[in-house]
């Protein structure tokens, strides 16, 4: 019971969807000869039962433990693997698990979680093909989040209001440096600072719990995560009091040219990779996917539209992970879900609506709210609507498959 409940919470600290969780629990238990064992998984607790004669063992997570690192899931999800295949015992297992869990950076954490938001502010910068001559603005922002992040992962309690703190840090600088105006061109400053503070793991597996049917995990997985939009939308307009912003009919005029948004493509593959900790070997995996993702918005945006072009590109990056992931060499699906989420949300301009918060029509900014959600929920929505016809797809593959084996005509 102990490794089983480790490694529920251990993948409780990866930020799987539960429903996932549950299935991988209930496959170790049968590899380790306990085919009774229920569970009951929650975003912050795991109920485990080895038979109903027996009282349940409950575990719940330590919400001032980090989130694991990506090469720290990597790890949870192949030693999941490999104790399913019934490769690895309970007792050896456990003591991998907490291996894994102790597992420190391959480079020095804080220096690569600076360069790595440094790296990925710079590379969003370029797919919004943001004015260039604000390159010193974006160094010093995405070094200020990447430390103020990582003071969060070592300092409990203050996860819960860097949002805010972010939001209004990288507002306030911002509306400072483009002259107090609000326009497109201090939008697309804008929305590469912040951008990483988006609550992209809550909302995405929010959307697979609920394609799931697991609805308490999903509805409050959802609720937190529009939290965090809400916290994000207070910081901009705080600091858009503050300032005293006006809204201006300038537009988004850059130099940069055609290609800037596919090397940027790139350049924040590399940044989250160096801030998430993503082993070098799978790093191509990763740039594969973020650059289908790009292009599918790019076409979902010539068919439906900006706001809408983030549905478009989940659609085609899910299917696209899970047949990944089928491959030893892949990272598992949901690690790629966050950086394709942090990538999609930019590309549909999903913040212009939070930034319009800021305007003094308290029409438009409802209106802009509403546009921000719309977007960031369309990229949710993507996930949803691919999880549930990958699911249909394969009880309709199985039911198939039953229905020929019953048709089949007997051997002699």
Not at 71 to 88: F, M, Y
Not at 130 to 150: F, H, N
Not at 355 to 373: C, M
């Amino acid at each position: 019971m102990e490794g089983l409940l480790l490694l529920g919470r251990l993948l409780l600290a990866s930020g799987d969807a539960v429903s996932d969780i549950n299935v991988r629990l209930r496959a170790a238990a049968r590899a380790w000869g306990i085919p009774r064992a229920q569970f009951i998984v929650l975003p912050d607790l795991v109920l485990a039962s080895v038979n109903p004669e027996r009282p349940a063992h409950i575990l719940s997570q330590d919400l001032t433990t980090p989130t694991l690192r990506i090469s720290q899931v990597i790890d949870v999800v192949n030693l999941s693997n490999r104790i399913r295949r019934g490769e690895v015992e309970a007792d050896v297992a456990i003591g991998e698990l907490r291996r894994i869990e102790k597992a420190p950076p391959r480079a020095r954490a804080v220096a690569a979680e600076v360069t790595g938001s440094v790296l990925l502010t710079i590379g969003l910068a370029m797919i919004m093909r943001a004015d260039p001559s604000y390159v010193a603005v974006y160094l010093s922002l995405g070094a200020t989040v990447g430390l103020l992040k990582a003071l969060a992962r070592r300092v409990a309690g203050l996860a819960s209001i860097m949002p805010v703190v972010v939001a209004f840090l990288c507002s306030t600088v911002v509306f400072l440096a483009t002259g107090s105006e609000y326009s497109s061109a201090s939008i697309a400053i804008l929305v590469p600072t912040i951008v990483i503070m988006l609550p992209g793991t809550l909302l995405t597996m929010s959307a697979v719990d609920l394609a799931a049917g697991e609805v308490v995990s999903g509805s409050s997985r959802f609720l937190e995560g529009l939290l965090q939009l809400a916290l994000l939308a207070f910081g901009i307009f705080a600091a858009g009091n503050l300032v005293g912003v006006q809204p201006s009919t300038a537009s988004l005029a850059s130099d940069m040219p055609g290609w800037a948004p596919w090397l940027g493509v790139a350049v924040y593959a590399v940044g989250i990779a160096l801030y998430e900790d993503v082993p070098a070997r799978r790093l191509a995996w990763v740039v594969g996917v973020l650059y289908v993702a790009h292009a599918a918005q790019l076409v979902g945006g010539e068919v439906i539209g900006a706001t809408l072009s983030g549905f478009v590109g989940m659609l085609v990056v899910v299917p696209l992970v899970y047949f990944l992931e089928r491959f030893r060499a892949a990272p598992p699906a949901f690690a790629i879900f966050k950086p394709a989420f942090f990538l999609l949300v930019p590309g549909a301009l999903s913040l212009l609506g939070l930034s319009e918060l800021v305007a003094i029509d308290p029409n438009t900014g409802i209106g802009g709210l509403v546009t921000a959600l719309a977007a960031i929920l369309a990229i949710a929505l993507g996930i949803l609507v691919a999880v549930r016809l990958m699911r249909i797809g394969d009880a309709a593959r199985a039911a198939r498959t039953q229905i020929a084996e019953m048709v089949r005509p007997p051997r002699d």
